[in-house]
């Protein structure tokens, strides 16, 4: 009996401890970042001691590095402290130059990693297949390259002003363009000024919002505004057309100069009480405004400035720097002519900045880079937008929500994007410093995650390394 006892309680015994034991289940990655700092943008914090757990194209877990134990991954990287935060998006971009440009184009698109931007906004060009096909290849991981939302062919008039535009001169063209541009895949509608109307301009507008489409461009200076707002504007690409709402007597300055000519007027009358109301529109709409003053900043310059040096000149291909000098004749002639335009705008638009921001505009950080653009490069001159910013008033976190935070809410996709948090795409930027002390902190950057594909300083440098042989 005393064995049958004895016996007994060892089995119930053991029951109990079977029972009151926690089974660990370790979790499995391909990839675990330890002892990342991690910062998030939209609350200027970072969070000190995490790990991250990345499986393929996606985040699945962040946190504290006592958890991390829990975790088995094909790879680990210990980052030592460094700081963790999404990879840059440049808002404002171009693929274009036609066919004879198309390879030069694609060649550049590692550059864009090399400075920590996984995702870019094409502006419209004249080489949208090609985009398109970039935009997949890039997807699957089989491009080093940023993720690609485009707009496809830019909407303009009878007489486009870029190569490759669609013609819209009446109601029936607007809604035919449109339906291509839903048909190809297109991510929103980039308008131009070449010599669309007003009325079509409007037009556009009105039909994109009924197809559920996004639209921003470049704004005929005849039209208004805020009345392209009421029919469902969604953004507006630099700061001219935002300019002349914010003068009182627009209206008769644009009957006297029908075209650019009257920025230097809109500049003499701007009136910052009217401006607040402005902005406070353009707030309440949510409309993104993409102010693109670094751009601004070298065409005014350009003349004055000696490129020949620049560092990055090497890594063009010689047909993108020969389409350069058109932007430098366009400077000689203004500036023989007396037109002095761009000067005269760099500071106020500057000016603009911090007020939009302050009145909760959401602004989007654009480079503008491309051919045609001169010495504007892909990766660094965002990075040089940002400084701008910084310099026009923002705080390194607000300047950089203007790329991470702001690029996602304009096409709707921030459960995926903006943050470093479990259900989000793993595009991410390891940095030695904090960025949100020094917006030029970016510079300390050591390693990109794009899709998932791990980018360290070795790869980075090979990837520069191809993109110079390429230009030779």
């Known amino acids: 009996m005393k064995i049958k006892f004895t016996i007994l309680a060892l089995i119930l015994l053991l029951a109990y401890f079977s029972c009151n034991t926690e089974t660990k289940t370790v979790k499995t990655a391909d990839l675990i970042l330890l002892n990342a700092t991690v910062v998030q943008?939209?609350?200027?914090?970072?969070?000190?001691?995490?790990?991250?757990?990345?499986?393929?194209?996606?985040?699945?877990?962040?946190?504290?590095?006592?958890?991390?134990?829990?975790?088995?991954?094909?790879?680990t990287r210990d980052l030592g402290d460094a700081f963790i935060m999404p990879g840059l998006w440049d808002n404002h971009v171009h693929f274009r130059g036609g066919d004879s440009l198309l390879q030069e184009n694609k060649d550049l698109l590692p550059l864009f990693l090399a400075y920590?931007?996984?995702?870019?906004?094409?502006?419209?060009?004249?080489?949208?297949?090609?985009?398109?096909?970039?935009?997949?290849?890039?997807t699957q991981g089989e491009l080093p390259g940023p993720r690609i939302f485009t707009s496809g062919p830019k909407l303009d008039g009878d007489q486009p002003a870029w190569p490759g535009s669609i013609k819209v001169t009446d109601a029936t063209e607007?809604?035919?363009a449109l339906d291509s541009l839903k048909l190809i895949g297109a991510d929103y509608v980039k308008m131009y000024d070449g010599n669309l109307s007003p009325e079509n301009y409007y037009e556009i507008i009105r039909q994109a919002e009924d197809r559920g489409m996004k639209t921003t461009g470049h704004m005929p200076l005849q039209a208004d505004l805020l009345e392209a707002v009421e029919f469902g504007l969604d953004g507006t690409e630099h700061l001219y057309y935002v300019l002349k709402s914010c003068s009182p007597v627009a209206d008769s300055i644009s009957k006297k100069h029908p075209g650019y000519g009257?920025?230097?007027?809109?500049?003499?009358?701007?009136?910052?009480?009217?401006?607040?109301?402005?902005?406070?529109?353009?707030?309440?709409?949510?409309?993104?405004?993409?102010?693109?003053?670094?751009?601004?900043?070298?065409?005014?310059?350009?003349?004055?400035?000696?490129?020949?040096?620049?560092?990055?000149?090497?890594?063009?291909?010689?047909?993108?720097?020969?389409?350069?000098?058109?932007?430098v004749k366009s400077a000689e002639r203004a500036r023989a002519s007396g037109n002095s335009m761009r000067s005269i705008t760099e500071g106020q638009f500057m000016s603009m900045i911090k007020p939009m921001q302050q009145a909760g505009v959401p602004l989007l950080a654009g480079s503008d880079s491309g051919a045609f653009n001169s010495y504007v490069y892909p990766g660094e001159s965002l990075w040089g937008e940002l400084q701008f910013m910084v310099r026009a008033g923002l705080s390194p976190s607000e300047a950089l929500a203007t790329s991470v935070i702001n690029g996602p809410r304009f096409f709707d996709v921030t459960t995926a994007y903006g943050s470093v948090a479990g259900g989000k795409r793993a595009d991410l930027l390891i940095l030695e410093k904090n960025p949100l002390e020094d917006i030029n902190h970016l510079q300390s950057m050591t390693m990109v995650i794009a899709g998932g594909t791990v980018f360290d300083k070795e790869k980075l440098g090979e990837l520069l390394e191809s993109v110079k042989n390429n230009s030779q």
């Open 174 to 176: 607007a809604g035919l």
């Open 41 to 75: 943008v939209d609350s200027a914090t970072t969070f000190p001691k995490q790990f991250v757990a990345i499986n393929g194209r996606n985040i699945l877990e962040v946190g504290s590095m006592e958890d991390a134990g829990d975790w088995k991954a094909k790879e």
């Open 262 to 327: 009257m920025i230097g007027a809109l500049v003499d009358t701007y009136d910052t009480i009217l401006a607040k109301k402005v902005f406070k529109q353009l707030a309440e709409k949510e409309i993104y405004v993409t102010p693109t003053n670094y751009i601004g900043h070298i065409l005014a310059t350009v003349l004055d400035t000696d490129h020949s040096k620049d560092s990055l000149l090497n890594y063009i291909g010689p047909g993108i720097r020969k389409t350069y000098e058109g932007r």
């Open 116 to 138: 920590g931007i996984t995702t870019v906004r094409d502006a419209g060009g004249d080489i949208t297949p090609q985009v398109l096909e970039w935009q997949q290849d890039i």
